[in-house]
């Protein structure tokens, strides 16, 4: 089995060390923080705990991919001989930048450098490296080891055998991982994006209420999960990010991001992780309680 190398515990990370752990490999999960690595096995332990009460896998299951998981502060202790090393920091360009130019320093020769960025061009990252052909985007959806899609996204100079070597990867992980070319928001955020951007101008506008909006799509188009509740769920700072990464990169007003969506992240309203969004989180249930601000 590759070994493989996970940069940052956090929702995205944690969630890829599990799966890749669960099909096998051992998994390095990097992060500068102790307290993250600790917070993300707790998090692990108590995902694969739910699969073991719903009897998808075994108690002896969830020790075997636990015992696959080694933590590390320090990424040059943990890259030296990964196959795969995946990067799922922050979603900041510096930072994404600064983080593969030590990659491509500490990994041996042949190992592919992969970022789990929603938006941030793959191109622009490989070229801080100097193996462009071995890096690529290996998109992963959350909560990760419930979404089926992995999304594949070539940069420029990406090469045909690192496609079909994360293809492949992706597959024995059990996910559907599709290939895609590096262009702003790639597929699943060009598309998703200005959807939840649309619902939040139809709230801004007053045409319909935060439920109402969010009932509409769910009851009409089947979505899980209504636009706003998303928006919360991926958080509304990634959401603008995003916005802002679509605008910037064609140039076109319709992408312009809703003045609501620019308030609400200026005033920390980021959704579930910051307590607030559309709906309340403090209330210490399970529930979607719409936020005061937008009660009627
Ligand atoms: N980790 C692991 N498993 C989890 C989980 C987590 N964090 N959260 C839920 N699950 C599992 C549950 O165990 C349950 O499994 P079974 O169906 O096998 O029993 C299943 O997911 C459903 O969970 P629940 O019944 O508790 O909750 P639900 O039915 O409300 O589903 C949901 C929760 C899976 C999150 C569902 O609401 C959903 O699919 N929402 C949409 C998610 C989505 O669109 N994700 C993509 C976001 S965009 C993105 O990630 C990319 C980007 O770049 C922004």
Not at 250 to 254: A, D
């Given at each position: 089995m590759d070994k493989i190398t996970v940069i940052g515990a956090g929702t995205m990370g944690n969630g890829i060390a599990h799966v890749f752990a669960m099909f096998g490999h051992q998994v390095n999960l990097v992060d500068i923080s102790q307290n993250a690595l600790d917070k993300a096995v707790a998090t692990i332990t108590k995902n694969l705990g739910r699969m073991v009460s719903k009897e998808k896998i075994t108690a002896e299951q969830q020790q075997a991919t636990l015992d696959n998981i080694t933590t590390h502060t320090d990424l040059a202790k943990a890259a030296g001989d990964s196959h795969l090393i995946v990067e799922a920091a922050t979603e900041n360009v510096d930072l994404k930048l600064k983080i593969f130019k030590q990659m491509d320093e500490l990994a041996p020769e042949g190992c592919i450098l992969a970022t789990n960025t929603s938006s941030i061009s793959i191109t622009k990252i490989a070229a801080?490296?100097?193996r462009p052909d071995k890096v690529i985007g290996m998109h992963f959806m959350n909560p990760v080891p419930v979404m089926k899609l992995v999304e594949v996204i070539r940069g420029y100079a990406t090469s045909d055998e690192t496609t079909e070597k994360i293809m492949d990867m992706s597959r024995n992980l059990k996910k559907v991982p599709v290939e895609v070319n590096d262009y702003?928001?790639?597929v699943a955020n060009r598309i998703l994006m200005p959807m939840i951007n649309e619902a939040i101008i139809t709230l801004f506008e007053g045409v319909a209420g935060v439920e109402e909006i969010d009932t509409v799509m769910k009851l009409g188009m089947a979505h899980p999960m209504g636009p706003l509740q998303l928006a919360d769920f991926i958080g509304l700072d990634v959401c603008l990010s995003i916005m802002h990464v679509l605008h910037d990169g064609?140039?076109?007003?319709?992408y312009a991001p809703c003045p609501l969506l620019v308030n609400m992240v200026t005033a920390g309203k980021l959704g579930r992780k910051s307590g607030e969004g559309f709906y309340s989180y403090s209330h210490g249930t399970k529930d979607w309680i719409v936020a005061d601000t937008f009660k009627k």
């Open positions: 801080v490296t100097g702003p928001g790639f064609f140039g076109n007003p319709k």
